[in-house]
Nanobody, 124 residues
Framework: QVQLVESGGGLVQAGGSLRVSCAAS????????MGWFRQAPGKEREFVGG????????YYTDSVKGRFTISRDNAKNTVYLQMNSLKPEDTAVYYC?????????????????WGQGTQVTVSS
């Protein structure tokens, strides 16, 4: 079992920055590729990006490329989502998820464990 807990969400103005963290407990964190997803009101959950087990590869959806950065610290069992140049359309609940695959998938079905989510609100 892996427990995931997100933190760091909040309210920020457009153009601002926010860092969301996801702390893992349980089995070996480095055994999991990690993904970040988000879900806005009335919309389906979407893949934001992910990072491979060792942190050597990262992947992003087109809408966040160049603005968001995912990193991980396996010694601290934590994965991070640094969000810069935030836009109102980035407003959503952000979730981290763990997959037993080597690389993160953009499909939620590949993930076994999910955090409870943290709200990010970007005001215009």
């Amino acid at each position: 079992q892996v427990q995931l807990v997100e933190s760091g969400g909040g309210l920020v103005q457009a153009g601002g920055s926010l860092r969301v963290s996801c702390a893992a407990s349980g089995r070996t964190f480095s055994s999991y590729a990690m993904g970040w997803f988000r879900q806005a009101p009335g919309k389906e959950r979407e893949f934001v990006g992910g990072i491979s087990r060792a942190g050597l590869s990262t992947y992003y959806t087109d809408s966040v490329k160049g603005r968001f950065t995912i990193s991980r610290d396996n010694a601290k069992n934590t994965v991070y989502l640094q969000m810069n140049s935030l836009k109102p359309e980035d407003t959503a609940v952000y979730y981290c998820a763990a997959s037993g695959d080597i690389r993160p998938s953009d499909s939620g079905r590949a993930y076994t464990y999910w955090g409870q989510g943290t709200q990010v609100t970007v005001s215009s």
